[in-house]
């Protein structure tokens, strides 16, 4: 799945080096979200930018201040029928070095283009989750809004800006803690497993630790060829790679 999108998504750096660090950790950013949805792609995303770290957005004089202007880590933009996203290399890498901090810009907004897919970026995951689940999901998203903007939730207080930014910053916990999150908002992780068609807390028992895509890229590396099917799979899991995550992916 990390082949095919770096295969299919143009990466290009912005004063700075796309090395195979960074295409390693933006392709598991972007399959870490979809990994429960066999062939899913992202067919208006035209092109990743990297830039080395975090940037001011540029408002005008006139323009009154938004919630989500002032410095930024990552990005999705429109232009036409086509999306570029924007993500800071330092904080991509960042969001892979401590995987229990419950912050990964790059998963971030990737989790914006899931929220998209139905059509509207809105904070409900309509493409994966049941129509007769939406009404839970909307009851659950605004408690939990509710409960972050006062100040008493463990969520990244981020997630308060609208629904659109707490889907995606609930997915970072999702993917980082879900135990966590299980423990302490039951009802949001069984409707983001449902929504996600993803268990990450059983993935990681059965692995024994995070999946760290940079464990990935060293073995491809000490390997020095490419990796085939029939080579042990890069996640640790002593299966082939064919009988492993290319079958999850196929």
Not at 32 to 56: C, K, M, N, R, S
Not at 208 to 230: E, T
């Amino acid at each position: 799945a990390m082949q095919l999108f770096l295969a299919r998504t143009r990466l290009t750096g912005i004063q700075t080096e796309v090395d195979d660090l960074t295409r390693v950790l933006t392709a598991a950013a972007a399959v870490i979200p979809v990994f429960g949805f066999p062939g899913w792609e992202y067919p208006t995303l035209h092109e990743v930018l990297i830039v080395p770290d975090a940037w001011q957005l540029e408002t005008r004089p006139d323009q009154e201040v938004q919630s989500l202007q002032g410095t930024l880590l990552g990005s999705v933009q429109r232009f036409q029928t086509s999306q570029y996203m924007r993500l800071s290399r330092a904080a991509l890498v960042q969001g892979f070095t401590d995987p229990e901090d419950r912050r990964n810009v790059g998963v971030h907004e990737f989790a914006h283009l899931v929220d998209e897919a139905d059509g509207e970026i809105d904070g409900v995951p309509g493409a994966g989750l049941p129509p007769a689940l939406r009404p839970a999901w909307a009851a659950v998203m605004q408690r939990e809004l509710t409960a972050i903007r006062a100040g008493h939730s463990d969520i990244d207080p981020y997630a308060g800006t609208n629904e659109a930014e707490f889907f995606a910053v609930v997915n970072e916990y999702f993917f980082e803690r879900p135990e966590k999150l299980k423990e302490h908002h039951p009802e949001l992780h069984d409707l983001l497993s449902q929504a996600l068609h993803q268990h990450p807390e059983q993935t990681l028992t059965a692995h024994g630790n995070h999946l760290d895509p940079r464990q990935w890229l060293r073995q491809l590396r000490a390997k020095k060829k490419v990796l085939g099917r029939n080579s042990p799979c890069p996640c640790g899991s002593g299966k082939k790679y064919k009988e492993c995550h290319l079958a999850q992916a196929a």
